[in-house]
């Protein structure tokens, strides 16, 4: 079957979804469907075409009195599924039929043309998630027996304001200026942590921590909940400094900041320094993160490197992170498998590797928008990473409006990411600044698998980028087996010691683009790529 049928399914849960507003308990279904399925279908081809064929068939409670409009049943077409006909309803039972057309093929080996290039594809998603809805009831920890001194362990007295919001219904629960020790804290569904201006919370030094270096809890979580938030204008200290050499010396285990699950989730306003792992990691449908300050030491940092300090890995559906200002040690973004409709915006980027997909792509990624951000000394701009034993489908990506200075790569795209553990003793393989043409052409193909990451419908548009000495102005390389394909590069400025490199890769085209190294302009590095440049 092909790879784009996936993208047919999710839409029709999505057309489903936008059909019959009625609310449902039913996960992963349309709210409106007691059954959805997809069955082996062979109508007629399209002249010319070469299609994967499936039948939708929907079952619908009576209650609902749908009637499944032709005009609402084309929206399935935004996806890349093709709709070939109505059968008809039967009672309560829609069926129609679907065509989806198969992924292209593989590359030829390099050529460069100067023809002129086609529009740029548009993909502007409105991405405004859901925002929590909290009840006006406010819990002040003092009442609880909070102190706010510095010195008690508050772990009790903000664990019981927590429970006595949730049992009242949800509310605020805030704390007020402080500084407060605290060890592991359990949020509830309807809850929004206030941290008020001059208050901060701590996690409790390495020492003291719960779990101790083997199996310490992470601090602040919520597994499959719904209506959380968790606000500033106050700070959370994560004390990690005691943390990060040992991760690195005897690999104890760490416990990240925030770790959350569900639906509608708002982190706004706060700032989060230090974690001793993961700064924010959540999941889910409807996340906001807007106005959130991370600072933790650079991977490269000489004195005290925080390894694995990701800032913000958030992954699910109908994102948007906004107005964020991040430095740390790891990823300044990053999503795995099974995300899609992300809006990153007006965020300002110090330290770290980057707004990143990946590694793990397993599920597919679609519809990111990273645009107007601004990287400074960030070791990778733009990071889309996977491999063999991880990957999937990813696409749907658009990268504009961006400034980045004195970055180590403005943009990476690889499918090799862990070839250094699955291939050790292919060193030549390993360094991505060092990658030439002559050694790209030597990586082994394998078969196209479950797992096999795939880059497609890409573009970057008004970026300038000026690149760290020694260091090379970009790198896209698909697997010989699954070449990424459809790139566009358009308005795009950067200045670099090393060329620009497309190894496995098809209609990527340039357009009004200036890349200098010491070899000239818009002099690329090539293997088995297809490139089109318009001046």
């Known amino acids: 079957m092909s790879v784009l049928s996936g993208r047919a399914v999710r839409s029709a849960l999505e057309l489903c979804n936008e059909l019959c507003p009625d609310t449902g308990a039913i996960p992963n279904l ?32 009576a209650s609902t009195g749908l009637a499944l409009h032709r005009k609402n049943l084309l929206r399935l077409t935004c996806m890349g599924a093709l709709l070939l006909s109505a059968i008809g309803v039967q009672g309560q039972t829609n069926i129609f039929d679907l065509a989806v057309k198969p ?189 959130v300050t991370v600072r933790a030491p650079a991977s490269t940092d000489p004195v005290n490197p925080s390894h694995n300090t990701d800032a913000c890995d958030v992954s699910g559906n109908t994102i948007l992170v906004q107005d964020c200002d991040i430095s740390v040690g790891d990823d300044n973004y990053t999503c795995g498998g099974g995300t899609s409709d992300v809006l990153i915006t007006h965020c300002t980027y110090g330290y770290g590797h980057g707004v990143s997909i990946g590694s793990y792509t397993r599920g597919g990624v679609s519809n990111i928008t990273v645009e107007d951000c601004t990287f400074t000394n960030t070791e990778c701009g733009i990071r889309v990473k996977s491999d063999r034993d991880r990957g999937g489908l990813v696409e749907h990506l658009t990268y504009r409006n961006l400034r ?86 358009e308005n795009v400025t950067i200045t670099a010691d090393k060329p620009f490199g497309i190894f496995g890769a098809k209609e990527v085209r340039l357009v009004n683009c200036k890349i200098t190294t010491p070899e000239g302009v818009n002099q690329l590095a090539l293997d088995h790529a297809q490139v089109t440049v318009t001046p």
């Open 30 to 61: 349309p709210r409106c469907c007691n059954n959805i399925s997809f069955l082996p279908s062979q109508p007629p081809s399209p002249p010319g075409e070469k299609s994967t064929f499936l039948k939708l068939m929907t079952t619908q409670p």
């Open 103 to 291: 992924a292209p093929g593989g590359a030829n080996p390099a050529a460069v043309s100067q023809e002129p290039a086609g529009p740029a594809p548009a993909h502007k998603p409105a991405i405004c998630p859901a925002l929590p809805v909290i009840p006006n009831r406010v819990f002040n920890v003092k009442k609880y027996g909070a102190v706010g001194d510095g010195h008690a362990t508050e772990t009790k007295a903000l664990q019981a304001a927590i429970d006595a919001a949730h049992k009242a219904g949800g509310g605020t629960v805030e704390i007020p200026a402080g500084n407060y020790l605290c060890g592991p804290l359990q949020l509830e569904n309807y809850i929004r942590l206030q941290l008020d201006a001059g208050s901060i919370l701590r996690m409790l030094p390495i020492d003291q921590y719960p779990g101790g270096t083997n199996n310490p809890k992470n601090f602040i979580t919520a597994s499959k909940l719904h209506d959380i938030a968790i606000a500033g204008p106050g700070k959370i200290e994560g004390q990690g400094d005691k943390w990060w050499p040992l991760a690195k010396t005897k690999g104890i285990k760490r416990p990240s900041m925030i770790i959350l699950s569900g639906e509608r989730i708002l982190i706004e306003k706060i700032t989060l320094n230090n974690s001793p792992q993961f700064h924010m990691g959540l999941r889910g449908s409807n996340i906001t993160v807007r106005g």
């Open 404 to 489: 980045m200075t004195n970055v180590g790569c403005p943009i990476q795209i690889f499918g090799t990411y862990m070839v250094k553990t699955l291939m050790p003793d292919q060193r030549q393989f390993h360094n991505l600044d060092k990658i030439t043409p002559e050694i790209a052409a030597t990586y082994p193909a394998k078969p196209v698998e479950r797992l096999t990451p795939i880059f497609h419908d890409i573009t970057f548009s008004n970026i300038t980028a000026t690149v760290q000495s020694g260091h090379r102005a970009g790198i896209i390389w698909g697997l010989p087996e699954a070449v990424a394909d459809h790139v566009l590069m």
